[in-house]
């Protein structure tokens, strides 16, 4: 995935994701193999706090001034729909979480943008910052946008739109994705809490590349969630 931040930073996200199934969710990730190795790893008991994200995402305690009219978020604001969505996906693994969080803050400039502006792809987006595919394949699965999203289909802006029309879409993205994207073996590596397990995360699924930059954002995020590797 390429990213998008706030400096002149043009790397962007070719992310894969998917869709919020506001449904039941199979949890894949604690399986026969992955359980011990998960286990290791505290198992998170409390929704994510805005501090917890200010930990992980500095420049998210303020929207004053934002670079795109109507896409900031603060803290506060992203929080409860942050943790609605690993409630939705099932994922109570804290070294996921982590990964999870560290991924949207720094691919949408901490949290600032919710669209693709550099260099400005049309249909890209989302708080993953997803191509215009996987936004196409997420829509596709959200059973409360059924209709709207017949009206939309073919159209990646219109699609893009209809994500962005309530929060727990837009913020649902990274979870689906790790949850329906991610091959057991990534999310077995992952779930360990351990940099390699994260990288592989990245560079398997994701698609990009590991920079200073983007693990910064998941150092802070491994220490505010208390990850501790296997």
């Known amino acids: 995935m390429h990213t998008q931040i706030t400096l002149t930073t043009t790397l962007f996200a070719v992310l894969a994701t998917a869709s919020p199934t506001w449904t039941f969710h199979v949890k894949p990730y ?4 992955s359980g ?16 917890q994200i200010l930990a992980i995402s500095p420049k998210s305690s303020t929207c004053d001034n934002p670079p795109a009219e109507g896409e900031c978020a603060t803290a506060e604001q992203a929080a409860p729909f942050i943790s609605d969505s690993f409630t939705t996906y099932g994922i109570d693994n804290v070294a996921e979480q982590a990964a999870l969080i560290s991924l949207m803050a720094f691919e949408t400039g901490d949290f600032k943008y919710n669209r693709n502006h550099f260099p400005g792809v049309a249909g890209q987006g989302t708080r993953n910052m997803q191509s215009p595919t996987f936004n196409d394949k997420y829509a596709s699965s959200l059973t409360e946008l059924a209709d709207a999203y017949a009206s939309a289909e073919g159209d990646v802006a219109a699609v893009l739109d209809l994500l962005l029309s309530d929060e727990k879409y837009d ?14 073996s990534v999310r077995e590596a992952l779930q360990t809490g351990s940099e390699e397990g994260w990288e592989g995360y990245v560079s398997g699924c994701v698609g990009t590349t590991v920079t200073d930059d983007r693990k910064a954002y998941w150092s802070r995020a491994v220490e505010a969630l208390g990850v501790s590797s296997s």
């Open 30 to 33: 604690l399986s026969a193999r």
């Open 36 to 51: 011990i190795a998960a286990r290791a790893v505290a198992i998170a008991a409390a929704e994510i706090t805005a501090d």
């Open 171 to 184: 913020f649902g993205s990274a979870a689906w994705f790790l949850t329906t994207q991610c091959s057991e």
